[in-house]
């Protein structure tokens, strides 16, 4: 069987559960006072002015440059930090709601909270890393106007029983010929997915991976409609075969041997390919022990009690990672680093999600950032990553950096992220399409689960 045939979403009714905080759109107001990260890499600017109206920057400057223009709002940020909402190009939703990790969690109000969980943290957009499953992932995407933005891959490539993780496994195309492949990616490709993706990943031998005839016919039908493919690799081997047959881009960095130069010399030739880390999903074994941002207030307005002791639990020394596992860690953050210092294009991705991801939406990917400095990149290289490189990736124009003309959707910080960048964290308030998101709203939702 080619496609999986998956039940409909019984849905729900309209506005019944999800106030999707529509911001207040109308009017022009000046915002003033804070130190601006615009995100392009330039330093930041003390003591910014800038004007949103129609949910858009239309000035940027220093206060006192800047007029408050007749009728306008103004609001004071003196003492805060102003920087890009970030996006994440690598998640799987719909699967995992709290502790719970199942397809029959895979409808229209899991897929909106989670949403929201993501714009709670300042994240404007994500991918779903294809494990979408049947129309509703189209459905919702057209749908979800507020908020965080829903892109999605659709269903994924791989051989039969041989993509994602259980319980994901069965929303992928399983193919075995070069027919089946490219029939698949012409039925996915007429409902327009953002990315086409696929699995190329033995898993340490327990499945078979998707095949370079196979893979090459999905690449070529993918660009013939137009539309971008990502893989999931984990070997350098995989990775430089996949740079030959045309691949856009890939949804981890290589794992089992440093990037060496072969690599790096296709890399050169092929200036738009990117990677997306998920260093998240590595995360046992790159800390040391408990991390300190376990005690994070908004660790508590994400996650359950019970929750929390497990993801601190995760990190206990009852099951510490193994010798090998802690090689595979420095080895993957030696890799980004490598990529990095070449001028590949990084972006940021967590898995969250998925099998390794958990059910920390949000919270994720902004640890990401901390992780890829930990990789060596600086606070401001990681801002770059994760909004400017992440919405090229995902080719959201209206995203990514703070400049006139771009969709005013920022993240006021408490504190200075160039510092330190897990202050990151110390979220004030969130502006999406100009509008603040209603965070004490979120969490007051999640405070009654
Ligand atoms: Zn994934």
């Given amino acids: 069987m080619l496609v999986c045939s998956l039940p409909a979403d019984p849905g729900s009714p ?30 930041p600017v003390e003591n910014s002015a800038f004007i949103v109206q129609n949910n858009r920057f239309t000035r940027l400057g220093r206060k006192g440059e800047l007029a408050a223009p ?26 995992r709601k709290g502790l719970s990790f199942s397809a029959e969690n895979y409808t229209r109000d899991t897929i909106l909270d989670t949403l ?55 929303s992928a195309f399983g193919v075995t010929t070069e027919a089946q492949a490219r029939e698949g990616v012409r039925m996915l490709a007429a409902k327009h997915p953002d990315m086409i993706k696929i699995w190329v990943d033995d898993r340490n031998g327990t499945v078979e991976k998707l095949k370079p005839p196979l893979y090459r016919a999905i690449i070529d039908e993918a660009h013939a409609h137009g539309v971008r493919v990502m893989a999931h690799i984990a070997a350098l081997d995989d990775a430089k075969d996949l740079l030959r047959a045309g691949v856009d881009g890939f949804g981890h960095v ?9 690599l790096l010399a296709l890399l050169k030739q092929r200036p738009n390919v990117f990677f997306v880390e998920t260093l998240w999903g590595e995360r046992q074994a790159i800390y040391d022990g408990k991390p300190g941002w376990i005690d994070a207030p908004i660790v508590h307005d994400l996650l359950s009690p019970e929750e929390v002791v497990r993801l601190a639990d995760s990190f206990s020394s009852a099951a510490p990672p193994t010798p090998a596992q802690r090689e595979g860690a420095r ?16 972006g940021l ?30 606070p401001a290289q990681a801002i770059v990553a994760a909004a400017r490189n992440s919405a090229g990736i995902l080719r959201l124009e209206e995203l990514g950096t703070l400049a006139v003309g771009k969709s005013a959707d920022f993240l006021v ?30 969490r007051t939702r999640w405070a009654g689960r």
């Fill in 413 to 442: 910080l408490e504190a200075n992220p160039l510092d330190d960048i897990g202050n990151t964290r110390r979220i004030s308030s969130v502006y999406m399409r100009g509008g603040e998101i209603n965070r004490a709203a979120l």
């Fill in 70 to 95: 007749a009728g306008a709002r103004r609001i004071d940020l003196s003492g805060k930090t102003v920087m890009p909402a970030l996006i994440d190009a690598h998640v799987h939703l719909g699967y």
């Fill in 14 to 43: 309209e506005g019944l559960r999800y106030d999707r905080s529509q911001p207040t759109t109308a009017g022009i107001t000046l915002f003033e006072g804070a130190r601006l990260i615009a995100g392009d890499g330039r330093p």
């Fill in 331 to 346: 080895r993957l953050l030696r890799n980004v680093a490598t990529l990095n210092a070449a001028g590949v294009v990084l």
């Fill in 116 to 170: 929201d969980r993501f714009a709670y943290c300042g994240v404007a957009a994500v991918l779903e890393a294809g494990t979408g499953r049947g129309d509703l992932p189209f459905q919702v995407r057209s749908d979800a106007r507020s908020g965080a933005r829903y892109l999605t891959a659709g269903q994924g490539f791989a051989m039969p029983n041989a993509g994602p993780g259980v319980p994901m496994r069965d």
């Fill in 254 to 262: 290589v794992r089992d041997r440093d990037v060496d130069d072969e």
């Fill in 349 to 378: 991705g967590t898995d969250t999600g998925g099998v390794t991801g958990g059910q920390y939406f949000g919270l994720a990917s902004l640890i990401e950032l901390e992780l890829l400095v930990r990789a060596g990149l600086t």
